[in-house]
């Protein structure tokens, strides 16, 4: 027999000219985005420039005049002999203060150097030195001789030192400084601001589009189609990539670098490096930091535990058959999908003192009205049991999940050799369950560390009705809204965030102990 030929497929062929297009489209769209970013930057910098010409003209201005009667001033005063004379002498020089600014300001503009400037200034304030040294005594005109020598023998000396100020002055005036101190509402800021960021992207994919070009247009068939195959994957990761980096990967390294920048404001201006920011989160006069830490660690270490404990009950409950399981199923799940900020007003009505639904059950057992929100000693108890009802919907799923990957064979041959169900609950379904229950302990301990909306919603706004209720996060969104204090709430953001890894390295630990394999 002879065999038949396959017939070539034509899936291939158009494949391959599918992505030998990809790699034109992309030329295409990496040259408009470099040239629309280069275009953005180079339009930011140029504006950034006429700023920072307008700034520095106006400092070039302040700093000739207040330099240079800085440095007379003290060249002058130090020829005094005692407190009145020095006032007679600094009064004589404060009357020529803005005749000598208008007189820079003509100067500046009628192109004048530097130099020609501060002369002018000095000769100026020579003789304003001793105009208010005036009488008939000899001991005025001895200091008013005495002083108009030294200034005139120190003439070029003091015009050297006052020029070198200036100049020294003007040249620690950088553009990055004027970009830092730009104000959020000046026009073009997101321009300016991000210039240099614009120019470094726009460069980068510029260079892409141009590789891609020359892909296109200069290489072969088999070339182009190699590149697409490397380009064809970075389609579906980019976007994700993208998010990554601007939402997740650039504010944690921000985060980081704000933690060691004291005093740092939104404008980028910061004190110094060094770790005053955790000095003030740790040991500062009324830090509530370690409040804060350790009301985190107690409702952590009661809301977890019990939460995770009863959510393995009710899942257990959930799974089985019974009827009406995917309405029950639904119902606990119901709370994950509905605002925490409604949630939590529903709660804050039911713990209210005088007509609260939880005083009304303890009044149908005989107990007095308790005030839940309004006394401190009962405000823990408050979050922990917020906190298990709002943790409990997705730890039931979760563990739903992990009890319906348990094979049922395990079980029969249980109730063939005549365990109980509490025998087989306790000997089969937990420790088959222990990898589940390991995750959901992780993920309620890191939520838990976390709270912050069940303390907004409850107790109006407040960290509890003594302020007693600090939690970490409220602690870090103080420092934010309320202090302003940015550098302190990065520390405070590090501290927790290294609590959080310590104890999930903690819980990982024990969990190799006892997790069944």
């Known amino acids: 027999m002879t065999e038949k030929k396959a017939f070539p497929s034509l899936g291939g062929k158009r494949h391959h000219r599918r992505n030998a297009r990809r790699v034109l489209f992309h030329f295409i769209l990496f040259a408009v985005l470099g040239i629309f970013l280069l275009a953005g930057g180079i339009f930011g910098r140029v504006q950034l420039h006429k700023i920072a010409d307008q700034e520095l003209a106006s400092a070039r201005q302040s700093l000739l005049s207040g330099e240079t009667s800085d440095v007379m001033k003290a060249a002058a005063e130090a020829n005094a002999a005692d407190n009145a004379e020095r006032t007679k002498i600094s009064s004589g020089l404060s009357s020529r203060s803005r005749s000598v600014r208008n ?23 020579t003789e304003a030195a001793v105009s208010r040294l005036t009488g008939d005594d000899e001991a005025t005109a001895a200091l008013k001789e005495k ?32 970009r830092k101190g730009l104000s959020n509402t000046a026009p073009n800021y997101t321009f300016m601001y991000y210039s240099p960021l614009m120019l470094i992207v726009g460069g980068i994919f510029l260079a892409l589009g141009l590789f891609l070009g020359y892909v296109h247009f200069f290489c072969s068939f088999d070339f182009r189609i190699k590149v697409a195959d490397i380009v064809e994957p970075m389609d579906y990761l980019l976007p994700f990539f993208v998010g990554v980096i601007v939402f997740t990967l650039y504010p944690t390294v921000r985060v980081f670098i704000m933690a060691f920048q004291e005093r740092y404001k939104l404008s980028g201006e910061f004190a110094g490096w060094g770790l005053g920011n ?40 959930l799974n089985q058959k019974i009827k009406l399981r995917a309405l ?50 009962y405000s823990m108890a408050v979050m922990v049991i917020y906190g298990i009802w709002d943790s409990m919907p997705m730890t039931i799923i979760l563990l739903i999940s992990g009890l319906q990957n348990i094979d049922d064979h395990y079980y029969t041959v249980a109730k063939v050799d005549g365990a109980k169900a509490k025998r087989i609950f306790f000997r089969i379904t937990v420790p088959l369950l222990s990898p589940t229950i390991g995750l959901v302990l992780i993920i309620n301990s890191i939520s838990a560390f976390k709270v912050f909306n069940s303390v907004v919603v409850l107790f109006s ?42 104890f999930t390295m903690l819980q990982r630990l024990i969990q190799r102990k006892w997790t069944y394999n």
């Open 461 to 502: 706004g407040t960290p509890g009705p003594m302020y007693n209720m600090y939690t970490m996060v409220y602690y870090i969104y103080e420092q934010i809204n309320t202090s302003l204090e940015y550098g302190r709430a990065a520390a405070a953001s590090l501290i927790l965030f290294a609590v959080i890894l310590a």
């Open 147 to 178: 002083v108009s020598a030294d200034l005139a023998q120190r003439r070029s000396a003091l015009i050297g030192e006052a020029l070198t100020k200036v100049e020294t002055a003007m040249s620690g005036m950088s553009l990055g400084d004027v």
């Open 328 to 377: 029950f199923q639904t119902a606990y799940f119901l709370p994950m999908v509905t605002s925490a900020v409604a949630v939590g007003m529903v709660w804050k009505f039911m713990f209210n003192g005088q007509y609260g639904i939880i005083n009304w059950l303890l009044g149908l057992f005989g107990g007095s009205k308790i005030p839940w929100l309004d006394r401190p000693e």
């Open 278 to 317: 955790f000095n003030d989160v740790l040991f500062g006069v009324n830090t509530k930091l370690p409040q804060a830490l350790g009301n985190t660690f107690i409702y952590v270490l009661l809301t977890v535990p019990i939460s995770v404990a009863l959510s393995i009950i009710l899942a257990y409950l």
């Open 103 to 125: 007189s820079v300001a003509d100067m500046l503009e009628a192109g004048k150097s530097n130099e020609e400037i501060v002369t002018a200034i000095v000769d100026t304030l």
